[in-house]
Nanobody, 124 residues
Framework: QVQLVESGGGLVQAGGSLRLSCAAS????????MGWFRQAPGKERELVAA????????YYAASVKGRFTISRDNTRNTAYLEMNSLKPEDTAVYYC?????????????????WGQGTQVTVSS
């Protein structure tokens, strides 16, 4: 069984930065792709960024490209989302999710493992 625990969320002013972490239990983390999703009130959960099992392939939503960076450290079973130049519209609960294959996927249905989420609030 895989468990994912996010941390690093909080309140930040527009233009600021945050770094989210996702710590995974289990020995399968290093072989699976993972993604960061977010869900704002009244909106659907959306993929923000994704990374393949070895970091060789990444995806970013257009709304965060150039501002967010996804990475992973398989030796620590941890993934990260570095968020810079934050905007009020980035306010949401952020979730990390793990695939059961090595390549990333755009939809929520492709991720069987989810963390509990961490709140990110960006004030104007």
């Amino acid at each position: 069984q895989v468990q994912l625990v996010e941390s690093g969320g909080g309140l930040v002013q527009a233009g600021g930065s945050l770094r989210l972490s996702c710590a995974a239990s289990g020995r399968t983390f290093s072989t699976y792709a993972m993604g960061w999703f977010r869900q704002a009130p009244g909106k659907e959960r959306e993929l923000v960024a994704a990374i393949s099992w070895n970091g060789g392939s990444t995806y970013y939503a257009a709304s965060v490209k150039g501002r967010f960076t996804i990475s992973r450290d398989n030796t620590r079973n941890t993934a990260y989302l570095e968020m810079n130049s934050l905007k009020p519209e980035d306010t949401a609960v952020y979730y990390c999710a793990l695939r059961s294959t090595s390549s990333w996927y755009l939809g929520t249905s492709g991720y069987p493992y989810w963390g509990q989420g961490t709140q990110v609030t960006v004030s104007s």
